[in-house]
């Protein structure tokens, strides 16, 4: 199984856009990209939809975040490629994560543009905290947003893109692959945070 996972790791390279848009004009105020690393539970994505098991599909995007400041010490959890979505589930105390839906049917481009030997080898994701979602997954249910009335900001501090065979029960869920965010990203008043998670088949 490992060396399988350092062939979707070497085959597939991910990567993850992080935007920070203004809520009133939607123009973007800071972004970044960062790779991420495929899951053992990818590679099982992957050999579902090749099977036409459409229930895999990948369909949302995990975030967890802390209302308040992230210690690497003791608030990280994994996300290494044996990182699971029980990791999520699990999470509680001053911590907890929301499932943000992927609300667009994900775009197919080149990559690179120049390359002349396929027609589309990338797809890309997008999911947004300018959502409905207000609050945790976890069953402390904490508020999930720029805080205000003695609510502290939430800070954004790892994701991951998930396949939702069962789309009403979360428990089902699997990830394809993971991202840990150095540097925290709080939920600020008049902002929204877009994610765009690309994957590009080499």
Known sequence: MEDTIKVCNSFIKGEVQIIVRDGATNKPLWSSALENTV????????????????????????????NGTVSDAQDRFNTSETAVASDYHSISGSLDWVRLPIYVSPKISLYPSNDTTREGNRVTFFATTASSVQ???????????????GI???????????????????????????KRIDVPIPMRSGEYIDILWSLTFN
Not at 45 to 61: E, G, N, Q, T
Not at 135 to 149: A, M, R
């Open 39 to 66: 899951t053992r539970g990818g590679a099982d994505i992957l050999a579902s939809i090749m099977s036409w098991d459409k229930r895999m599909f990948i369909s949302h995007v995990y975030a967890a975040y802390k």
């Open 135 to 149: 609050q945790g997954e976890s069953s402390n249910h904490l508020p999930f947003g720029p805080g205000g009335s």
């Open 152 to 178: 502290t900001a939430s800070n954004i501090f790892q994701i991951a893109l998930v396949s939702a065979p069962t789309p009403e029960n979360f428990l089902n869920d699997k990830i394809f692959s993971v």
